[in-house]
């Protein structure tokens, strides 16, 4: 069965921390994502990458970086976490758009 | 550019009745339709797609989904519902054509709560 493993499902973090979060999937995808779920407002992309080392930014990137080192793992990074980051986020990959995206179990952080 | 409008946030339905799930969307060229499914505090499951062909497709758990391209639609359908459908539902829509990076876009999402 074809996998998005994202590390942590719960995440506390203080105000100015480094934060990483990191999603691994099994698929030998191509493309991986980083959307963030907030209520009322559904899934907004932040950062997106097509290829190892690539990186696109989303609709969102701001307050927010990215790594792909290995084609399997694509890293979120929160330079210096802020309370409007607190939020559910949502790593996916595909190699086809018409497969659709394989989504991770989330990870929800919570920054105080 | 396109969008999608999800029409209901909230539909609470009986157990073993039939429920709607309404998605409209608007592009300038042809697309593909998704909808996905939600369970509390897990990520996005595909129900079904749409990409070309027949106009309905069918789905997991029962679910079905009907492209109506005159009315910019893809509604999602069930006959009966079960205690475990209660999660939320997500429409989404990207561009058919190939070549570059194809934006993905998702409605806000509609809560489904099958009350016993």
């Known amino acids: 069965d074809v996998k998005v493993t994202q590390s942590s499902r719960y995440l506390v973090k203080r105000t100015g921390e480094k934060v990483f979060l990191e999603c691994v999937q099994d698929m030998d995808h191509e493309n991986m994502f980083w959307y963030r779920q907030d209520p009322g407002l559904g899934l907004r992309l932040i950062y997106f990458s097509y290829d190892v080392k690539m990186k696109e930014k989303g609709d969102i990137p701001e307050g927010y970086s990215v790594s792909r080192e290995k084609k399997e793992r694509f890293s979120l990074i929160l330079e210096s976490a802020s309370t409007n980051q607190t939020s559910m986020y949502l790593c996916?990959?595909?190699?086809?758009?018409?497969?659709?995206?394989?989504f991770g179990s989330g990870t929800r952080l919570t920054v105080v | 550019a396109q969008s999608v409008t999800q029409l209901d946030s909230q539909v609470p339905v009986f157990e073993e009745a039939p429920v709607e799930l309404r998605c409209n969307y608007s592009?300038?060229?042809?697309?593909?339709l998704f909808w996905y499914v939600q369970y509390p505090n897990q990520g996005l499951q595909l129900l079904l797609k749409y990409l070309s062909g027949s106009t309905l497709v069918k789905g997991i758990n029962g679910f079905e989904a009907e492209f109506n391209k005159s009315q910019t639609s893809f509604h999602l359908r069930k006959p009966s519902v079960h205690i475990s459908d209660t999660a939320e539902y997500f429409c989404?829509?990207?561009?058919?054509?190939?070549?570059?990076?194809?934006?993905?876009?998702f409605g806000i999402g509609t809560k489904l709560q099958v009350i016993p």
């Open positions: 592009s300038s060229v042809s697309v593909y």
């Open positions: 989404a829509v990207t561009p058919s054509h190939s070549g570059g990076y194809q934006k993905v876009t």
């Open positions: 996916a990959s595909h190699d086809d758009r018409g497969d659709g995206y394989t």
